[in-house]
């Protein structure tokens, strides 16, 4: 076995080991994978969307529903998102404000996905 150590491409651990026949594995995440195929996975990865993560870490994706995390002011109303709203069917967008979604009582928004963790 190889004493070379390979940054994991999952979770970007430096400790990933050789485990056999060419298999490295991660004593972080567990995750197992072959640094032959690192290149092709790296270049699909690239070709798809940006990963928008919550608060929390969780991956969203369009249609999830999600939960405001804390109290946001909104321009030209009198009262805040209050921490707690749920807001259904979101869509994920490129930019500063990553979420568009309808809530109600206030109407089309744009969040930022770090305010909102996944219902």
């Not at 026949?21 to 969307?49: H, I, M, R, V």
């Not at 405001?68 to 994920?92: C, E, M, Q, S, Y």
């Amino acid at each position: 076995m190889s004493e070379e150590m390979k940054e994991c491409p999952s979770c970007k651990s430096p400790y990933g080991y050789a485990v056999e026949q060419g298999l490295y594995n991660c004593p972080e995440c567990s995750f197992e994978w072959n640094p032959g195929e690192k290149e092709s996975e790296e270049t699909e990865a690239e070709n798809d969307e940006p990963v928008i993560k919550d608060a929390n870490g969780n991956v969203l994706e369009d249609g999830d529903s999600v939960v405001v995390v804390k109290d946001l002011p909104v321009k030209g109303f009198p009262k805040p998102v209050k921490a707690g709203t749920k807001v259904k069917n979101i869509r994920l967008t490129d930019g500063d404000h990553n979420i568009d979604c309808k809530i109600k009582d206030f109407g089309a928004m744009a969040l930022k996905s770090e305010f909102v963790k996944k219902a």
